[in-house]
């Protein structure tokens, strides 16, 4: 099985489109994965992460948070995702790894940075809290099959090596137990 | 007249709230649960100054600039008005204070406590304080008699008291009321009102009546009711004049009775219905604030009928105008100015004399405004005596007076920097332009001014300490402009930082003349000005060096620099009624040393002052209003200005404003930042540039036609400045104005193809005029096509026409007109592309056998010029079904050869093809093509008037003889054109011309055995015959045939996958049906443009 890096999960976030207010002027870019600019001098841009974030370490732009980067927005977030039992829909796919790569790099363009750093952690953690929960019982009821919606990209990433290995173990000390012609070779 | 109710707005959160009127009414003042008062400068206020006076303020009331509010924390506080400043605690009670009142001359308070006590004390110094003890409750409301002999009070007891406040006795008391056992759960707050000046009624709210208890008997001698109210009266208030109450009520009743007749003269609903807890009168009458439990302000306005209040509506407007000035005057130096001015209007001569007076110490004062009282004007004069009249009550035998009804002078605005936020803020924007942003901080520990360049290549950011206090700035890519006024000691000074110098020296001061304050200042290329208290605008080199003087008509408003240009805006005169009255001055600077616009009126939205102006980055004067338009300096219409944007337009709520910051001509990008709820934004968070479209008021633009006439005149007032650059000597970018000329070329197309459709042949011709030479070539084959022979022939009289235009026009070196100067900087600019084109002819040329095809493609893209990005592809697959008849051409070809007869032109046949096959090409190689190709040579100017290169055509056109043979050839030609214009509508997607079709293709294969066949047809039926065969072939087939056409040309980019099957299917439908229906054909063949959206 082909296991995926969280920094794997970061490289497709970097694909996640941000505002930028250059400080520089620059016509059109014309790449493979689409077309860029123009770059204006104080007029806010979409652009790729990459971008924005190799822009701001050469100190060539201001990022814009998106919108969801708010205090108050991610409380709302955070009250919300505590009281469901279910995984709530959050605003961004990557919201984790956008967090993350913002406030490391672009954090004096993101108010109340420090903030907004721990309610995601909060989110996340409340997330991920719960998807053990779901898998706990998801295991120790024997389901077949769960449905878990609304789960990003990295959370998935989180528990997938765990959770698969155990459940083959699991299969494996089963099989064992109750040793059956069919179950052989069904792994190999 | 009935009153008018105003829009709610949200002062407070929800609670609680009180609000009462300043004294002269200028203000209104309200106090909440979140205890804040804020001071409103009118409803209108967007940037309310709020003050903080503790937990939860529930009462407030305010005289002779003292504000005394009764707390959540048992006190009764003083606070100074308008600035806010605490200055110390009146009384405490035990538990909070419900209602506060001051007497009639403001020299004490009552103020009515929880603790069942009422409290009496001294203002100036909280001493000589009685008490009044004997309510068994929580009281509820306090009020003096205006004679300050007695006070009135209600508790949650039930009871409505009636004190002596010299021997703080009761003197009577009713049980009226139902009990309670707090103010919270009390049913009505029962504020009593007291009868102005005679103080001859006590006016009590009781359940849904509101009481009128005489005076020294203190018998009931009414009850006002209304069938209107449902609730219990909460709130009384008496009018200034005494002669009217008003009550608010719970949910949110508000009803006013004329007290004489006892007869209900207004009812208004709260628009929510929520409970009114505040009510108070304007001074003078006429108007009612009011708040709700839910925190809202609202106003009625022109309550009463105006005989009393006769100059009321115009005090009404006034005192609006100036509450929507807010921003621009300051607010500091309140309690110097503010007196009166709702009533007492400044005349242009004060004006005059504040400014030559010296300038006092501090900016605000020495402001546009004269706040002299004793300086009464004939005007104020009269005012005056009509608000004493206004004062008094009816019983008084009105004095004959003279009462000043003409139109009211408006305050004239003052000067600012363009891209400024008010200068009483702490944290401000100095400036924000297209350069960058200068940043002001002035708070306890910093003054300072922080500069940002958009672009850091022009400039690293700076940080300055502002030890001079500059309160004006402008920037440019070389220089900072920095500019204080001066104080008693310091002369008001100019400070620039010449960043761009090349020598070590970056940076100089200039201190003014004594007495001359800079009011405005700013930047071009090269040099700096500043527009002084004096009236003089200095212009200074940008290293320094004093240059040219010169006097203003009239006080600065505002000043911009842009290159060579100067454009000051100035008070040419006293506007009234709101309006402002401008004046502005464009100059020439450096080179060419001239005034532009020689002091005209700046036009005005209606009430509205300059908010922004400045320059487009390309150099075009343009401001904006406090209503949100921009309007932009049209220099080929004798200089004036047209509305090219309403901001307004753009926000979602009434009180958001966009906030300009630069003007770009090219792209067209209004760059702005929205501001909710206010006018200018805050310095942090920082905020965000939007772009607004710009957009014509022009009429019905919701229509196709008004879009395209809208976008045709954008088009070319957006273009404008390059004639402007062209003749000031600036370089242009040929392209972005070729760029523009084609789009404007296309817009007319289309409007002309519209006009067809709509049959408006008069119009078309209209149109047409405004088209270059080589469009109406285009045209003329257009109308043509579709068989407005009239009209061909008129078209054909205005080429003509241009074209004569034309050849004088490049005889005569001077420009005589903006469009023929356009015209012939066309030509020239398009002479580099001659050669181009040349070349790109030869790759067209085509074997004889498909010129006449060719020329129906040409016709097609004749059609197609009015839907830019259409497929031009599509031929190969209407040119699959089309048999090109050279018959066909006759009946459009005849008006030509009228006009061609007529003409002197010479044909040269290997001309014309050129021509068309650039037509071919692109529209505006096309366009340049014939353009130049007439540059080349005169004789081939007439062109497209000429016949056709063959032999056969001509000789067609001879056979023509009836009418009824031309009428069948035409049908003939125009069923056919109809599935090859419909053919030209269902292909959507854009793809480039190339020389070969796949029905060329075909031919060029099976060319021979179509011969063998038919051995004895020309040239032109054989096309005819190959055409019905290709026909016949499966839509497969000819797709095929279709990509092999493609695959030749190979390098056609950007195709896009096409559903060429169904295409082929649509048009063979769609030709049944027209051959069906000939009569229609005209209409559905138009269906093919562009301004059919599908």
């Known amino acids: 099985m082909v296991q995926m890096d969280p920094s794997e999960v970061e490289f497709l976030a970097e694909k996640e489109m941000v505002t930028i207010i250059p400080n520089f002027s620059l016509d059109k870019m014309y790449l493979i994965g689409g077309d860029l600019g123009p770059f204006n001098p104080g007029l806010p841009v979409n652009v790729p992460l990459w971008l924005a974030l190799n822009l701001k370490q050469r100190q060539k732009c201001r990022i814009v948070p998106p919108e969801w980067m708010d205090v108050e927005k991610l409380e709302e977030i955070r009250e919300q995702e505590r009281k469901e039992e279910t995984f709530t829909p959050i605003p961004n796919p990557h919201y984790m790894e956008l967090t993350k790569l913002l406030l490391n790099h672009a954090s004096d363009n993101i ?22 929960l779901s898998a706990d019982s998801f295991i120790s009821q024997l389901e077949a099959h769960a449905k878990l919606d609304n789960l990003t990209l990295m959370e998935i990433n989180t528990t997938r090596t765990f959770l698969l290995d155990s459940l083959n173990s699991m299969y494996k000390l089963r099989a064992s137990l109750q040793p059956q012609p069919a179950a052989k070779g069904h792994h190999y | 007249m009935p009153a008018e109710r105003k829009l709610m707005r949200y002062g407070h959160s929800e609670g609680h709230t009180d609000v009462c009127f300043e004294d002269t009414g200028r203000y209104i003042v309200t106090c909440g649960s979140d205890g804040d008062v804020r001071i409103w400068e009118g409803l209108d206020d967007d940037d309310p100054k709020s003050i903080n006076v503790g937990e939860r303020a529930y009462s407030l009331a305010l005289k002779d600039g003292k504000l005394v509010t009764a707390l959540s924390n048992n006190t009764v506080q003083l606070h100074t008005f308008p600035e806010g400043d605490p200055d110390g605690i009146l009384t405490r009670f035990t538990t909070s204070a419900n209602h506060v009142t001051f007497n009639s001359n403001g020299s004490q308070i009552a103020a009515a406590s929880g603790d069942f006590m009422i409290k009496i004390v001294e203002v100036s110094d909280s001493s000589h304080q009685k008490t009044l003890r004997g309510h068994q409750a929580p009281v509820l409301s306090v009020a003096f008699d205006p004679k300050d002999e007695f006070l009135a009070s209600a508790s949650c007891d039930g009871s409505v008291a009636v004190w002596n406040i010299e021997d703080q006795v009761q003197v009577i008391s009713w049980n009226v009321l139902q009990k309670s056992n707090d103010v919270s759960n009390s049913k009505s ?248 942003i200068v940043r002001g901080y002035n708070d306890e520990q910093d003054n300072a001014i922080d500069v940002e360049f958009h672009d850091t290549s022009i400039h690293h950011a700076m940080h300055l300490t502002n030890s001079l206090g500059h309160i004006l700035a402008d920037l440019s890519r070389e220089a900072v402009l920095l500019a204080c006024e001066g104080t008693d000691e310091l002369a008001s000074k100019l400070q620039c930082l010449h960043f761009s110098s090349w020598d070590t020296n970056k940076e100089w001061i200039v201190d003014l003349p004594k007495d001359e304050d800079v009011q405005a200042v700013c930047l071009g290329q090269g040099w700096g000005a500043a527009a002084t208290s004096a009236r003089l605008i200095r212009i200074f080199s ?144 920082r905020p965000a540039v939007v772009i607004l479209p710009f957009k014509l008021p022009l009429c019905q633009t919701a229509t196709e036609k008004g879009s395209l006439e809208e976008q045709y005149w954008r088009s070319l007032l957006f273009h404008n400045h390059f004639d402007f650059q062209l003749s000031s000597g600036y370089e242009i970018d040929e392209e972005q104005r070729c760029k523009g000329q084609k789009e404007q070329q296309e817009l007319l197309m289309k409007m002309f193809a519209l006009s067809c459709k709509l049959e408006r042949e008069f119009r078309c011709v209209e149109l047409a005029e405004l088209m270059t030479q080589n469009v109406v070539t285009l045209a003329i084959r257009y109308a043509s096509r579709s068989h407005r022979m009239a ?99 006759d009946g459009r070809v005849n008006p030509f050869k009228v006009s061609s007869s007529k003409a002197p032109a010479t044909f040269v046949p290997s001309r014309m093809t050129n021509i068309l096959d650039s037509m071919t090409a692109s529209c505006k190689r096309s366009s340049s093509g014939v353009f130049s190709g007439g540059k080349a040579g005169k004789d081939a100017i007439l062109k497209p008037l000429a016949p056709r290169p063959k032999s056969k055509t001509q000789t067609t056109l001879l056979k023509i003889s009836g009418p009824k043979a031309r009428k069948k050839e035409m049908e003939k030609e125009s069923t056919e054109e109809e599935g090859h214009a419909s ?98 054909i005209d209409t559905s063949k138009l269906s093919a443009f562009a301004f059919n959206k599908n």
């Open chain 2, 791 to 889: 009209l061909a022939q008129r078209l054909g009289d205005l080429a003509l026409e241009k074209t004569v235009a034309e050849q004088e026009d490049s005889e005569h070196t001077g420009y005589p007109g903006t469009w023929k100067k356009t015209r012939c900087n066309q030509s020239e600019s398009e002479c580099e592309e001659v050669q181009q084109l040349g070349s790109y002819r030869e790759q067209e040329v085509m074997q004889e056998g498909c010129l006449e095809e060719q020329d129906e493609q040409e016709q097609m893209n004749i059609q197609e010029i009015g839907k830019p990005g259409l497929n031009l592809f599509n031929k190969d697959i209407s040119h699959d079904t089309l048999s090109p008849k050279p018959s066909s051409k």
């Open chain 2, 189 to 436: 707050l029962c504020r009593l009102s007291w009868q102005p000046i005679s103080g001859k009624l006590l006016a009590v709210p009781v359940d849904r009546l509101v009481q009128l208890y005489e005076r020294a008997s203190w018998s009931l001698v009414s009850s006002l009711s209304d069938d209107f109210i449902t609730q219990a009266v909460n709130v009384v208030a008496w009018s200034p004049c005494g002669k009217y109450l008003a009550a608010g009520s719970v949910g949110g009743f508000l009803t006013v009775w004329d007290v004489e007749t006892e007869q209900c003269i207004e009812r208004e609903k709260h628009e929510r219905g929520y409970t009114v807890c505040g009510i108070c009168w304007h001074p003078s009458g006429g108007q009612i604030a009011y708040t709700d439990t839910e925190g809202c302000l609202g106003l009625l306005d022109n309550v009463t009928d105006s005989s009393l209040f006769a100059s009321k509506k115009d005090k009404v407007v006034a005192a609006k105008k100036e509450s929507k000035y807010e921003d621009l005057f300051d607010e500091d130096d309140d309690g110097h100015f503010m007196d009166d001015l709702s009533v007492k209007p400044t005349s242009g001569t004060d004006d005059d004399d504040d400014d030559i007076m010296p300038s006092a110490a501090r900016r605000q004062k020495s402001g546009t405004f004269d706040d002299d009282d004793d300086d009464d004007t004939p005007i104020d004069a009269a005012l005056k005596m009509d608000k004493d009249v206004v004062g008094l009550p009816p019983a008084v035998p009105a004095v004959p007076q003279q009462i000043y009804e003409g139109p009211m002078p408006t305050r004239p605005q003052k000067p600012f920097q363009p891209g400024s936020t008010p200068t009483h803020l702490i944290h401000r924007f100095m400036v924000w332009n297209s350069v960058g």
């Open chain 2, 983 to 1080: 053919q030209g509508a269902s292909a959507q997607h854009s793809v480039n011309i190339k020389p070969k079709t796949g029905f060329q293709l075909w031919l060029e294969e099976n060319r021979s055995s179509l011969l063998a066949e038919n051995p004895d047809l020309e040239e032109t039926d054989i096309i005819k015959e190959a055409m019905g065969h290709f026909r016949t072939l499966t839509a497969e087939d000819r797709l095929s045939w279709a990509e092999r056409a493609k695959g030749q040309t190979g390098e056609v980019p950007d195709v896009k996958k096409r559903a060429r099957v169904e295409d082929n299917d649509d048009f063979r439908n769609d030709k049944e049906s027209n051959t069906k229906k000939k009569k229609t």
């Open chain 1, 111 to 132: 108010p109340k940075a420090d903030e907004i750093r721990t309610l995601v952690k909060d989110i996340w953690d409340t997330r991920v809290a719960k998807l053990r």
């Open chain 2, 542 to 685: 940008i290293g320094g060096v004093q240059k040219e003087i010169f006097s203003l008509p009239g006080p600065i408003v505002c000043m911009a620099g842009h290159g060579e240009q100067l454009f000051i805006v100035f008070h040419r005169g006293t506007g009234f009624d709101g309006d402002q009255s401008l004046g502005v001055q464009l100059f020439q600077l450096v080179q060419k040393r001239m005034q532009v616009i020689c002091g005209e009126p700046l036009p005005l939205s209606c009430k509205s002052y300059l908010s922004w102006m400045g320059f487009t980055a390309e150099g075009t004067p343009c401001y904006v209003d406090s209503d949100g338009v921009l309007r932009m300096l049209n220099r080929c219409l004798g200089n004036t200005w047209t509305p090219v944007c309403n901001t307004q337009e753009n926000c979602k709520g009434k009180s958001d404003h966009y906030w300009v910051v630069g003007v770009h001509e090219i792209p067209q990008q209004l760059r702005c930042i929205p501001c909710k709820g206010s006018r200018f934004p805050p310095t942090l968070p």
